[in-house]
Nanobody, 121 residues
Framework: QVQPVESGGGLVQAGGSLRLSCAMSVNIFSITAMGWYRQAPGKQRELVAQITSGGVTNYTGSVKGRFTISRDNAKGTVYLQMNSLKTEDTAVYYC???????????????WGQGTQVTVSS
């Protein structure tokens, strides 16, 4: 199955750090962008951070200065370093990969199954 595979979630106290990793289960032809979304109970899924193939990054306002997204193009892996975690960061975090599975195919969004991040007070 062609999908991103996440790792690194867990339980941490407020003020702590976690690092999420994500890589595609199989290689695809090209990747346009990779990113992380999150969904808290009762809330809509929201973009947390995204990085393009050219290295341009985008963050939602509430995580700026605390979270850092990076990617290893050689490994096709994206990371999310989360520092100074707050209880409101508690959510399921989903990896998103936007790209083409094969040459000539339309750009598609691929979603991971999600990893739980819980920040306790």
């Amino acid at each position: 199955q062609v999908q991103p595979v996440e790792s690194g979630g867990g339980l941490v106290q407020a003020g702590g750090s976690l690092r999420l990793s994500c890589a595609m289960s199989v290689n695809i032809f090209s990747i346009t962008a990779m990113g992380w979304y999150r969904q808290a109970p009762g809330k809509q899924r929201e973009l947390v951070a995204q990085i393009t193939s050219g290295g341009v990054t985008n963050y939602t306002g509430s995580v700026k200065g605390r979270f850092t997204i990076s990617r290893d193009n050689a490994k096709g892996t994206v990371y999310l370093q989360m520092n100074s975690l707050k209880t409101e960061d508690t959510a399921v975090y989903y990896c998103n990969v936007r790209g083409r599975r094969t040459y000539g195919r339309a750009v598609e969004d691929y979603w991971g199954q999600g990893t739980q991040v819980t920040v306790s007070s």
